[in-house]
């Protein structure tokens, strides 16, 4: 049985969950205003076996519906139809878990402005787990992606020289484990066709489950 921690999450990041089968396009105030980052999630869909819930911002429900009733396909048209030509779309893995794999701990939790951290852990507003080496040098890294108070999506990278260490999978199910006890659900994506990131997911205690997750997101 699934967590009622991710029915919440779903139903509150997109507007709506469960659905029946099918397409089905909701409007969010949520895809008109800042995300985690401070930078907008026009359109997010999550599809969980024959049924997609496509959240965009409400003034452009009609006109994404009339998008999906077409014979074209839809990804190609969608940045444009929210208002964001430009965009890019995202289609992803969309992995959860509710018992992240007993992995030692590796890491430490740090604020995001320290010294020495890469861009992408520089985006967020609370601490962020990494690993250093022996000089203080950058490793690995998680952070998290706090969509709402009932699931936390997990951003991890490791620096080539540090690959094949299983650094990633550990920071992750670490990581998880904290989402947890706040009470959310930990979340996970990745590109389908990022071989690398399914393998860390995998052994963090992340199945895929067939579920996929699309969007359209700054460039």
Not at 21 to 46: C, K
Not at 80 to 102: K, Q
Not at 164 to 173: H, I, K, N
Request: glycine content about 10%; overall charge positive; cysteine-free.
């Amino acid at each position: 049985m699934r967590d009622r921690r991710l029915q919440l999450h779903l139903a509150t990041w997109l507007g709506r969950w469960p659905a029946p089968a099918g397409l089905h396009v909701v409007g969010s105030w949520r895809r008109s205003q800042p995300a985690w980052d401070g930078r907008l999630r026009p359109a997010i869909a999550v599809t969980a076996g024959t049924s997609t819930v496509l959240s965009v911002p409400t003034d452009r429900v009609a006109v994404v519906r009339d998008l999906a009733r077409r014979p074209d396909p839809l990804l190609p048209a969608l940045p444009a139809a929210v208002g964001e030509p430009g965009w890019a779309v995202h289609d992803d893995v969309f992995r959860w878990s509710m018992a992240p794999a007993p992995l030692p701990e590796v890491g430490e939790w740090v604020a995001p402005t320290i010294l020495g951290l890469p861009s992408w852990l520089r985006l967020f507003d609370r601490p962020v787990l990494v690993v250093r080496d022996d000089q203080g040098r950058y490793l690995a890294g998680v952070g998290i992606k706090r969509h709402d108070q009932f699931g936390h999506e997990l951003a991890v990278g490791t620096v080539p020289s540090a690959r094949g260490r299983g650094l990633a999978r550990r920071l992750v199910a670490q990581a998880a484990r904290r989402v947890l006890d706040e009470g959310a659900v930990p979340t996970y994506l990745h590109d389908r066709a990022n071989a690398a990131s399914a393998r860390v997911a995998e052994a963090a205690g992340f199945p895929d489950r067939g579920w996929r997750s699309y969007g359209v997101y700054p460039s």
